[in-house]
């Protein structure tokens, strides 16, 4: 079964007009859950971690919040340089060290 | 600082080939992992290690090889070389418990 599932696969925005990704998981134990942003050709590159319901980090126009049962990237007036694929990740209790991803969400700004 | 450095960034391989995929990282860390992506599949954990030494497999281990002699490196062998094994792989290393791993940009690998 899905552990972590992110929605929607893909998401094309007009720059300036904001939205939001949803990455919902169902392990229970939740140790931390990671968002990255994955360009083309290039290896994931770490944007946050979030570890408990109710926290929130900030970066430039994204924003990651946190609940019991999911997690969104809320970004604020895309830019066309904010197009890439975001992924988020688990580490959970009886997972040891390792991160289970999902599939992440392809993210087009156009001009 | 270097980071993560995987080579070669792309190949070909026959079916039946061998090869072994190169990952060092210059940060001291002692957790390394690797990774393969497919299209619309996400990362899937192959092998990992916790220090020099230490291996343990992954969600998708079969056909692979792993070996940490150094905290630097942690190469991936694949012996038999198959067409399902054609995919991204991606190295990640992390200093301690609940840091964010560190990635490599790929090796691109083909199996015709």
């Known amino acids: 079964e899905d552990q972590v599932t992110q929605s929607p696969e893909a998401l094309r925005l007009q720059e300036g007009e904001s939205s939001s990704l949803n990455c919902s998981y169902t392990?229970?134990?939740?140790?931390?859950l990671f968002w990255y942003r994955q360009d083309p050709g290039k290896g994931p590159e770490f944007l946050f971690t979030l570890y408990s319901a109710g926290e929130e980090k900030e970066k430039e126009r994204l924003k990651a919040t946190l609940t019991k049962k999911e997690s969104f990237l809320h970004i604020t007036a895309p830019k066309p340089e904010d197009s890439a694929t975001y992924l988020c990740a688990v580490r959970y209790t009886g997972g040891g060290n390792k991160l289970t991803f999902g599939t992440g969400t392809q993210l087009k700004v156009e001009l | 600082n270097a980071g993560v450095t995987q080579t070669p960034k792309f190949r070909i391989l026959k079916i039946g080939q061998s090869m072994t995929l190169q990952c060092t990282q210059d940060?001291?860390?002692?957790?390394m992992y690797w990774y393969r992506q497919d299209p619309g599949m996400g990362l899937k954990l192959i092998y990992y290690s916790v220090g020099a030494g230490i291996t343990d497999k992954g969600e998708v281990p079969n056909g692979y090889n792993v070996s940490r002699s150094t905290t630097e490196d942690f190469p991936l062998r694949l012996e038999l070389a198959a067409p399902s094994q054609t995919s991204v792989y991606f190295c990640a290393s992390i200093q301690g418990v609940n840091q964010p791993q560190h990635f490599g940009d790929g090796t691109r690998l083909s199996i015709l």
């Open positions: 392990v229970s134990g939740l140790r931390g």
């Open positions: 940060m001291n860390h002692n957790y």
